[in-house]
């Protein structure tokens, strides 16, 4: 527990800082919770909550069987290069899916997400993260347990002892809540920013009743152009159950607009 509990510490800090983020904190060889995602270029990450880790390009087809699952991975090698900075599994060996996943009484385990993106009149990116409860019984949710990974196609990464070895990075990765219950609805920087619209009853925890949809918009300003997949979660991070959405592709020019990309599946 403790050093779940460091995890999620370093991974709230490591959201601050745009690009090149991962697991964030010494990693060591263990057990590793989370949902294997494959993004359109072919790079592999194991992603739980709104943490996510490299998975090697050397070993990412052990974990395709389990592509969308949550599953408990026996990680034998990790490369770090740098501590707090993003890692890299090298090395995995068992890959197991986890059953009777949820381990507390939230019990989230049929909560459906799903992401969409529209473009904006002024060219920026909007998605719709949608929460979903198709059962007849209501789900408690915990805001800091929600989250969304930004991952950006990128060949800059190539220099000696860099983490990833695929063809994509982290480009930043958040939770709704920081510190002390505290709510985290934007982000500016020099580079981008994002911010949260329809937060209404987003709240540190709340129900989400029977059948019923919560939806939140995550605005983008400024991103810097290229290519960009986007996925949200909820979860224990690393640690226990988790989902996830699908992944929601959109481009952005060198004039600064978004176009979105339609993929099969998507």
């Known amino acids: 527990m403790r050093f779940r509990n460091k995890i999620l510490l370093i991974c709230l800090l490591f959201a601050l800082f745009p ?23 072919g790079g592999c990450y194991l992603y739980s909550g709104y943490c996510a880790a490299y998975v090697s390009e050397k070993v990412k087809q052990q974990l395709r069987p389990y592509e969308g699952k949550c599953v408990k991975v026996d990680v034998q090698k990790v490369y770090q290069p740098m501590n707090p900075g993003s890692c890299r599994f090298e090395k995995i060996g068992d890959v197991q899916l986890i059953q009777n996943k949820t ?6 385990d049929d909560l459906k997400l799903s992401s969409t993106a529209s473009v904006e009149d ?20 915990y805001r800091g347990n929600i989250g ?25 990765m ?38 019923m949809k919560k939806s939140i918009l995550v605005k983008f300003e400024k991103l810097p152009p290229g290519e960009y997949d986007f996925i949200c ?34």
Do not use: C
């Open 19 to 41: 690009v090149f983020q991962g697991l964030s904190e010494v990693a060591f060889p263990g057990n590793y919770a989370g949902i294997p995602i494959y993004d359109r270029w």
């Open 233 to 266: 979660g909820y979860g224990e991070n690393f640690s226990g159950s988790n989902v996830a959405s699908n992944l929601t592709a959109f481009d952005i020019d060198s004039k600064g607009k978004g176009k979105i990309i339609k993929r099969t599946g998507r």
């Open 103 to 108: 381990k507390y009484d939230d019990n989230f």
């Open 122 to 141: 002024n060219g920026n990116i909007t998605i719709v993260m949608s929460m979903f409860n198709p059962t007849d019984k209501p789900i408690l949710i």
């Open 174 to 211: 958040t939770e709704f809540e920081v510190g002390g219950n505290e709510p985290r609805f934007s982000i500016k920087s020099q580079r981008f920013a994002w911010s949260l619209d329809n937060v209404s009853g987003l709240t540190h925890r709340f129900v989400l009743g029977a059948n």
């Open 148 to 172: 969304f990974v930004l991952l950006k196609k990128s060949s800059n990464w190539r220099w000696k002892n860099a983490a990833p070895d695929g063809p994509s990075v982290i480009f930043t």
